[in-house]
C-alpha cells in the first residue's frame, strides 16, 4: 500500500488547511484511515482515526477543530483543519489500519507526510 499526503502549508493563527491522503496498491477500502503527525524530536502521535462506516476518534486537543473524512470510492481521506494554533505545527501523515476493541493498530505503510506551519 502506498499513501501520500498533500495539502500542508503555511498560515496564520486561526486559519484552515485541508490534507488529502491517498490509498494506492492493494487497498482494501475496509481499512481505518488515520491521520498522525510528528514534531521534531517527538514520537508520532495518532490525531484522527475513521472507519470505513465513517466512524471517526479524534485525539483531545483537536476535538472540535478537525474533521476526518473519506471516500471509499476514491482510497483517500482528508483531514479539515480549523482554528489552527501554533501547536498543532507539525508534519501530518496518514497511515490505514484497524481496530482491535478501542484500540487503533496501524499497518507499517508510511508515506511522505506534509509540513503543516501555523505561525503566530
Known amino acids: 500500500v502506498q499513501l501520500q499526503a498533500c495539502g500542508g502549508g503555511l498560515v496564520q493563527v486561526g486559519g484552515s488547511l485541508r490534507l488529502s491522503c491517498a490509498a494506492s496498491g492493494s487497498t482494501d477500502s475496509n481499512y481505518v484511515m488515520a491521520w498522525y503527525r510528528q514534531t521534531p524530536g517527538q514520537l508520532r502521535e495518532l490525531i484522527a482515526t475513521?472507519?470505513?462506516?465513517?466512524?471517526?476518534d479524534y485525539k483531545d486537543s483537536v476535538k472540535g477543530r478537525f474533521t476526518i473524512s473519506r471516500d471509499n470510492a476514491k482510497n483517500t481521506a482528508y483531514l479539515q483543519m480549523n482554528s489552527l494554533k501554533p501547536e498543532d505545527t507539525a508534519v501530518y501523515s496518514c497511515n490505514v489500519g484497524y481496530y482491535i476493541g478501542s484500540y487503533y493498530y496501524s499497518y507499517n505503510y508510511w508515506g511522505q507526510g506534509t509540513q503543516v506551519t501555523v505561525s503566530s
Open positions: 475513521i472507519s470505513s462506516g465513517g466512524n471517526t
